[in-house]
């Protein structure tokens, strides 16, 4: 039996290595844990940072599942390191809106953090309150498992449709695994937004060993087949870091990841973001889709101020159609 794509409702198991601590319904920070039979990288999957990307936890949930399901079928089935899903932002997720107080995805600002951790967490406001239980435990499972290196997958959607896309940590290694998944590589994105959860991940200092990581965006919010090209990243991501052996997983994964970044190169860099204020009255202009080519001149948006018009010529990456965000767009080319 392979890894496959199929999605369906997680049912639990006995198993001596999974430890399934929910389930999709339910609103338990860990989705699960599954400690391998070797020793290997911790994986940190993140699904629902912004509380209006569900797809990603669906797609954990289902990871889980087919682990479960593999183990559970296959006795010589082995997995290197350990497994730890998370859900984000439990409370926004609960209200369906990215965030309550602030974007938990601009928060991890590593001046700001050892302060918060001092704080009881009566006196944290809701994002702060997901930081100190996100950080708590993912140090148990450091400390539990011991792991050699530690490796962030946070799955994101976007409210616009379009292409899927990896952003991979600035590092070597993590830019290679990120070639593995077989999805479009866009650079620069730490460099380019501060307080993300993969900025802070990168900082080996927070946890003692070595860490690499990435984010995938899946595609739009509200898409069907969101989940299952986050379950594919997911998978094709483990295979990348050898948690999975090649003959174990699916070809179906490369195929369906492949089949929707066709026509996209394979790498890009972002050459300018628009930032937004929430006074701007930013309006981005309707039909846009992710990786849309745009002409120097063309007409984006509006704002309070008139109409934002592209600077080069590129393509346009993650155009805000959501009321919530600090991000109006992004404009990407292709990296040498």
Not at 136 to 145: F, L, P, R, V
Not at 165 to 178: H, K, N, Q, T, V
Not at 297 to 322: C, E, F, K, S, V
Request: glycine share 8%.
């Amino acid at each position: 039996m392979l890894l496959s794509l199929e999605l369906e409702r997680p049912k639990t198991h006995p198993l001596a290595l999974l430890h399934f601590i929910s389930n999709y319904m339910t609103q338990e920070r860990i989705i699960g844990i599954y400690p391998g039979t070797d020793k290997g990288p911790l994986v940190v999957c993140l699904g629902g940072i912004h509380g209006n990307e569900p797809a990603g936890v669906e797609a954990l949930v289902q990871l889980i599942q087919r682990l479960s399901s593999k183990a559970r079928k296959n006795p010589d089935f082995r997995f290197r390191g350990t497994l730890l899903a998370l859900r984000g932002n439990l409370a926004a997720l609960q209200h369906g809106v990215r965030y309550l107080h602030e974007d938990l995805n601009r928060a991890w600002k590593p001046t700001r953090i050892p302060l918060l951790l001092q704080q009881p967490r009566p006196a944290l406001h809701a994002e702060e309150r997901e930081i100190a239980e996100l950080l708590h435990h993912i140090q148990q499972a450091i400390d539990t498992y011991q792991p050699d290196s530690l490796f962030l997958i946070d799955l994101h959607t976007s409210s616009a449709k379009g292409g899927i896309f990896c952003l991979p940590g600035s590092d070597e290694y993590s830019r290679l695994i990120a070639a593995g998944i077989h999805a479009p590589a866009v650079h620069g994105m730490l460099e380019t937004i501060e307080g993300s959860a993969l900025e802070y991940f990168l900082e080996e200092s927070h946890f003692g060993i070595p860490v690499s990581g990435l984010a995938f965006e899946a595609g739009q919010h509200e898409n069907p087949e969101s989940p299952r090209r986050a379950l594919a990243a997911a998978i094709n991501c483990l295979r990348a870091l050898g948690c999975v052996r090649p003959a174990d997983v699916h070809n179906e994964h490369d195929q369906l990841l492949r089949t929707f970044s066709e026509g996209i190169p394979l790498s890009l860099e972002i050459i300018w973001r628009h930032h937004i204020e929430p006074d701007d009255q930013f309006h981005m202009l309707p039909g846009f889709h992710n990786f849309d080519p745009v002409k120097a001149g063309q007409a984006l948006a509006q704002d309070r101020n008139g109409t934002i018009r592209a600077g080069t010529d590129a393509r346009i990456l993650m155009p805000l159609y959501q009321s919530q965000g600090e991000d109006g767009f992004f404009l990407v080319r292709e990296k040498p």
